[in-house]
């Protein structure tokens, strides 16, 4: 099992749509876990840090589910510059190692 | 802020020659850098993991002596591509990370093309 999965997708939505991704961790002493965003042929970056209260950035939100060990984003009214990947990222546990998941490709069609 | 640039961006060279690439964190200490490599639509793979002072870690799979790396101080991480093959052209990405914190700042990525 990898030690953390997307799905790749694509994922095909027409603007204004909602869209949720989710991304499972293996290792249970996992404190730290991110959202970033890779656009193509640039780095990734930022996109918003995720809490165990779940935290809200305009139309992104994200969510840890700690017993069921995934993560989630949800975009709603989503834009056609939301088109990019999604990297999962989270900390291997202790030691400061960041694994990043393999990401989900998003496209946004007008 | 948290900047990170990269030096240079794209770099065409022989087969045979090497390439160094540099990477900056601007506005804040980097006690840990990370190098990857990305190939056209694939995930990042980390190729190694540097922190100031010492000697990087490598992944598995990742020759070390193909590969140099150097971080030197806390802003300054350079990736020598030695004897370099037309197999690693790739996207060449690096990124810093403060000490005690799990966020990772990329730089712009360095595209390599081995002719």
């Known amino acids: 099992r990898k030690e953390v999965e997307q799905d790749p997708g694509p994922f095909n939505v027409p603007e204004g749509a909602t869209v949720a991704f989710n991304c499972t961790y293996s290792?249970?002493?996992?404190?730290?876990f991110f959202w970033y965003r890779q656009d193509c042929r640039k780095e990734p970056k930022l996109l918003m840090s995720?809490?165990?209260s779940g935290n809200e950035d305009g139309r992104f939100t994200a969510q840890l589910n700690r017993a069921s060990q995934y993560i989630s984003l949800l975009i709603r009214d989503s834009k056609l510059s939301d088109s990019a990947t999604y990297l999962c990222?989270?900390?291997?546990?202790?030691?400061?190692?960041?694994?990043f998941g393999a990401g989900t490709r998003l496209f946004v069609k007008a | 802020g948290a900047v990170v640039s990269q030096h240079p961006s794209w770099v065409i060279c022989k087969s045979g020659t090497s390439v160094k690439i540099e990477c900056r964190s601007l506005?804040?200490?980097?006690?840990?850098m990370f190098w990857y490599r990305q190939f056209p639509k694939q995930s990042l793979m980390l190729m190694a993991t540097?922190?100031?002072?010492?000697?990087?870690?490598?992944e598995q799979g990742v020759e070390k002596d193909k590969f140099l790396i150097n971080h030197a101080s806390l802003t300054l991480s350079t990736l020598t591509v030695t004897s370099a093959h037309p197999e690693d052209s790739s996207f060449y990405i690096c990124?810093?990370?403060?000490?005690?914190?799990?966020?990772?700042?990329f730089g712009p990525g360095t595209r390599l093309t081995v002719t």
């Open positions: 990124s810093a990370r403060r000490a005690q914190s799990y966020e990772q700042y």
């Open positions: 290792n249970s002493a996992s404190q730290s």
């Open positions: 995720v809490y165990s």
């Open positions: 990222v989270v900390d291997g546990g202790g030691g400061f190692k960041t694994i």
């Open positions: 506005d804040f200490q980097a006690t840990t």
């Open positions: 540097s922190n100031e002072g010492s000697k990087a870690t490598y």
